[in-house]
């Protein structure tokens, strides 16, 4: 028994074209409801033989169902570019058949990409009409099933970003053909004085230097994705990129600041940074204490660039208020000017840990060595990704840290804040009146 013929081309193109008039002649009519007050006799009686042909179509394409309803128990087919049942044949039937088979078949290493049809997606004019799903893909088990479609991946949940902003206070220097940096530490006492009489001894000023070495470290890390996505979502390609050149940011964010100098760490500025001290000035806040920290580098001969602290730890400064409930640092609270205190820019980050803070003369004085500025790589091959239908993206950077001169920078422990507890007792809280 021959296969009963399939839906024909033509017939969905005509259909469409039908389906474009009849929206295009709605149009039209609406504009000659709202202008004249009626639709003009033309204009109706073209869209009553499109309503008619339309159902002349619909009819036609339900008749084309039933007559494959008969032959539901064949095996799925594709669908010939004539439009008839094609002979079936297996998805390796197909796969073997193919040019791209045949061709890199007898070499040593073949790369075959072949396409296999047989999905089809619903046609817009066709759901709009109300047409059984049946007509077009006859092996769908009931009308309620729905259309076979190709998914789309959307939407990409990302992660909070912090900003980084270490790198941006450093000198950044390339580095070519080494991955160690040789550089002196400098103690300089100067002790010149004026010469009392002449022929007498002149003071001596000292200076030692010891001798450091900064080695270029690896940060790196990777990620699993799935092929498909890298294929059907782009976006999601370049959202991990980005995710993954982030990472390595975040870390060496964290690790100019703390960095132990331990195997595989660099050596950040925090512990090789002056111990805070006061220096005989009257201290009672954290804001006292910035002013402090900055005039303890101005006294070591260096000239403050910056000054670095946690999200809270900013926060505590901006929320001091006077005993009169003004905003030490100003307002309003919704002012939007960028972080600044004592004339230099607050650098805010959550690498610094929230009760800490550093001040320091950065330019000069500390410098980033960019071996390898960060790159992302994707292998399909690793591991077992082949079987697993897995690709390997993988950021890394090689750098190295040096800070020359410990002195230019101070750290300590940020003070609690005070005046908001001096403002309670001086204004204590009344207590509630039960009785009335």
Known sequence: MAAPAMTDPDLIVEFRKLMEERYALEKKATAEQIAKGEIHGETKERIEKLEAAIADHVKKFEALSNSFRESRSRPPVALG??????????????????????????????????????????????????????????????????????????????????????????DVVPLDGTNAID???????????????????????????????????????????SRQMLADAPFVRTSIDTRLIYGIGFKEDKEILYGTGAAGHLNGIMPQATAYAAGGLTVTTAIDQMFAAIMQVTNSGYAPTAIVLH???????????????????????????????????????????????????????????????????????????????????????????????????????????TLLAAAEAEHPAQPHNKGK
Do not use: C
């Not at 769908?140 to 789309?152: D, Q, Y």
């Not at 550089?183 to 007498?200: C, K, P, R, S, W």
């Not at 840990?353 to 980033?368: E, I, R, S």
């Not at 697993?388 to 840290?401: D, G, M, P, Q, S």
């Open 81 to 170: 570019a004539s439009g008839e049942l094609a002979e079936f044949r297996s998805v390796g039937m197909q796969f073997t058949e193919h040019e791209s088979y045949k061709t890199n078949a007898a070499t040593a290493r073949p790369r075959v990409q072949v396409a296999i049809k047989g999905r089809l997606i619903q046609p817009l004019e066709l759901r709009s009409a109300g047409v059984n799903p049946t007509v077009i893909n006859p092996f769908i088990s009931s009308a309620g099933a729905g259309w076979v479609f190709l998914p789309k991946r959307v939407g990409v949940f990302t992660q909070p970003i912090f900003p980084l902003v270490m790198r941006d206070f450093l």
């Open 311 to 417: 999200p809270s730890g900013w926060a505590q400064m901006q929320l001091q208020k006077s005993t009169q409930g003004v905003y030490i640092l100003g307002g309003p609270p919704a002012a939007d000017a960028a972080p600044r205190l004592w004339g230099l820019p607050v650098g805010v980050t959550v690498n610094m840990a929230p009760t800490d803070f550093l001040v320091g003369a950065f330019p000069g004085n500390a410098a980033l060595f960019d071996r390898e500025a960060a790159f992302v790589e994707i292998s399909f091959e690793n591991e077992d990704d082949f079987v697993k239908n897995l690709a390997t993206i993988r950021a890394e950077e090689r750098v190295a840290l040096a800070v020359f001169v410990p002195a230019a920078f101070v750290k300590g422990t940020l003070l609690p804040p």
């Open 183 to 225: 550089y002196m530490i400098e103690t300089f006492t100067n002790n010149a004085d004026y010469q009392v009489l002449e022929g007498d001894k002149k003071a001596q000023s000292d200076i030692t230097y010891v001798e450091k070495t900064a080695t270029v470290k690896t940060i790196a890390h990777y990620v699993k994705i």
